[in-house]
């Protein structure tokens, strides 16, 4: 359902606010402005080259002149065919009166289309994958703080800057921030666009094409669902079932299950000789079809598979030592996170909360690395992500 206000456009579940909106649907755009936090950390690269203040004593200086010389670089612009994005900083002045002077930054993902797309495409395709892509360069949940889409109307031939409209959406707090100098901005992102050389296009079209394949990853890892403010065992959970569906999908033991489906098939065929017809069907209906791999040949394919190797600390962890501590027949970290597993899955054991949080932890970076594996980010950027905080 959807309706036409004064100044808006209503939808089930946006609003469009603006000087101009469209007045039928479906609502097209040609493009929009996304903000989500820690987007400084993410660029890398700081608007301002220079400052100049006369600290010691402006009334002593022949030239006390306040200065700011604006950095080019913090400009990131990337095309392809389809698409313009750009990363920069919008730039905000307040002079008030002679008494008062401020010059102020707020990092800003601008996006501009070849051909128009609906409204709906816009969110999912490009501002929702922004925010995740964000989200799994920092470990942290994040909100979209501003968005903006350029609707294309019909007899409105404006330039598009002028055509911009607010998005209200429970996604959209609509509260842009400006830049500080606090130092957990500055290092939170474990991917840095400007010294990593990134395309954040490509990493966006990567998300693009992990959606159009459906990939699991993306249904099961979401920083709201796994991060630390859910409850321990969740995570666990989640998270263990994300790695599960990614080697899934990759088919990583697609050439074990085809020699033991011939296997099978061998075998199957010598019983067929030597058994009576009752027995030879309990024993075909019997025999799996596919190869049982377990949970830990599935978490050592996966690890293995990441530049850093996280099982050293899995193993030093408190869950891993309790369960070994607990059951002297476990007798490796990968079939310990197995246990754990099944008793949390059947409800038949619960563990330390704690624990369970510590574990979790680790394999958050996993998955988080594996999602920016593929979306392309180099083996500099996963090592940061696996490597714990200090």
Known sequence: MSFKG??????????????????????????????????????????????????????GHDDPTFGAKIEKASLQKWSDDGAEVSLHYERSTGVHGWYGFGLAFSPVVSVKLTEPISLAEFLTRWAWPLRGLVAAATGRRVDINY?????VIDGDDRPRKLRHCQVFNASVTQEPYTSTNSLRDKHVSDVSIASDGQSLLELLR????????????????????????????????????????????EKRFEEAQSKF??????????????????????????LPKRSPLGLDSVLREM??????????????GALVKS???????????????RVV???????????????LSEAADVLERVVRAHLLR???????ILTRVLTPED
């Open 6 to 59: 004064a100044n808006a456009y209503f939808n089930a579940w946006a609003a469009l606010v603006g000087h101009a909106v469209p007045a039928t649907s479906p609502v097209l755009v040609d493009g929009g402005v996304i903000q989500v936090p820690y987007l400084e950390s993410f660029a890398g690269q700081s608007p301002l080259a220079e400052v100049h203040m006369p600290f010691d004593d402006p009334y």
């Open 206 to 249: 990567g998300w693009q094409a992990l959606l159009a394949d459906e990939n699991p990853i993306l249904n099961t890892y979401d920083i709201t669902a796994v991060g630390r403010n859910q409850h321990p065992r969740a995570r666990y959970l989640l998270l263990l079932q994300a790695l599960e569906g990614l080697c899934g999908h």
């Open 147 to 151: 968005l903006t889409c350029v609707p």
């Open 303 to 316: 690890f293995g598979e990441l530049p850093v190797d996280v099982e050293p600390e899995l193993a030093g």
């Open 374 to 380: 593929l979306l392309g980010a180099s083996d500099e």
């Open 261 to 286: 489906s011939a296997k099978r098939e061998s075998a199957l065929a010598r019983c067929k000789e030597l058994l009576d017809g009752a027995t030879f069907k309990f024993v075909k209906k019997s």
């Open 341 to 355: 597993r099944n008793g949390l899955s059947h409800g038949t054991k619960t563990y330390d909360r704690r624990e």
């Open 323 to 337: 369960v070994r501590a607990d059951d002297p027949n476990i007798n490796s970290t990968l079939d310990a996170l």
